[in-house]
């Protein structure tokens, strides 16, 4: 075998070589660097070597000697610490614990608290209710008397009989429990998951997050409506954005209007996700129909409010641009992690 390919092995031995306690770090010494070791042997060759030669090889194996050495002394500074008999590297205990990959909210979640920490900001409580609920919350008290068309509107799951109880079909249910609960003014949200029997496809999901809000005093009017959701509007999508009204139809609001923004994604010049109308809607408003004052035991006379209602979903869709609602039930991974970042921002 020739000089060269020996040294090249000599370098291959000293780069792998391993060792788990001081005696196997003693016989890397001696099978290296001892008197009859590798490179002890191929150092006593350089006397063949002819002259005009030496030179050369001499550098190279003074490279491979200390090469051998430093390997050493690597080798003996990873195993003095270990206890006596011990097989493998040692343990630094005193290391940070690795904790595994931190977790994030879902985005639905970080949206519905972008929604709610916007209305806190102005005086609005938080209210939970619960998810089977009775006719009377879901229906009955929101002025939809039993066989009343308005019932078919939301395609609700029910759990006993029609008139019983139900899968609540929207957060409104929440609210006429804070209206029971005691005397105005009320000013709350109510945040939660709500139900209905639709077809699952990208636009449609039999279960949704919704965010209502109520607003109960003396002298409540209209256009603090209109202010509050302009307020609401700019303060998640921009100041930029503008709303607008257009009357609408709901059993417990009188007059009742649908709230559509300016398009986000083209800036009102028309795209296909406002379907080249420069509006998208983000929610359902209106005064509080008197009816459902009455039910709740508020004298309409002395007292007014109004109510919206959004779905967490569709305001999710128009911030991130996901346009397919099923992904935010499938909780894909790869989905999930692109909002992490975004979980700590107001
Ligand atoms: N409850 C309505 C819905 O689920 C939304 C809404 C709430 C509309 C309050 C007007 C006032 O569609």
Known sequence: MSLEQRITDAEGAIAAAKATDAATVEAFRVAMLGRHGVVTNLLDELKQVPPEQKRQWGQRLNQLK?????????????????????????????????????????PISIVRQRITGIFARIGYTVSEGPEVEDDRHNFGALNFPPEHPARDMQDTFFVDGPGEHALRTHTSSVQVRVMESGKPPFRTVSPGRVYRNEAISARAHCMFH???GLYVDKG??????????????????????????????????????????????????GCTVC????????????????????????????????AFGMGVERIAQLLYRVPDLRLYWENDVRFLEQFSADAFHG
């Open 275 to 306: 379907k080249h109308s420069g509006w998208v809607e983000i929610m359902g408003c209106g005064m509080v129909d008197p009816a459902v004052l009455t039910n709740c035991g508020i004298d309409p006379e002395v007292y007014s409010g109004f």
């Open 210 to 212: 919704q965010v209502e």
């Open 220 to 269: 409540v009017s209209f256009a603090e409506l209109k202010g509050t959701l302009d307020y609401f509007a700019k303060s998640l999508f921009g100041p930029e954005v503008n709303i607008r009204m257009r009357p609408s139809y709901f059993p417990f609001t009188e007059p009742s209007a649908e709230v559509d923004m300016s398009c986000t994604i083209c800036g009102g010049k």
């Open 66 to 106: 200390n090469a051998a050495r430093e390997r050493w002394e690597e080798l003996k500074a990873a195993t003095e610490s270990l206890p006596a008999g011990s097989t493998g590297p040692a343990t630094d205990v005193t290391r940070p614990a690795f904790s595994g990959a931190p977790g994030s909210l879902h």
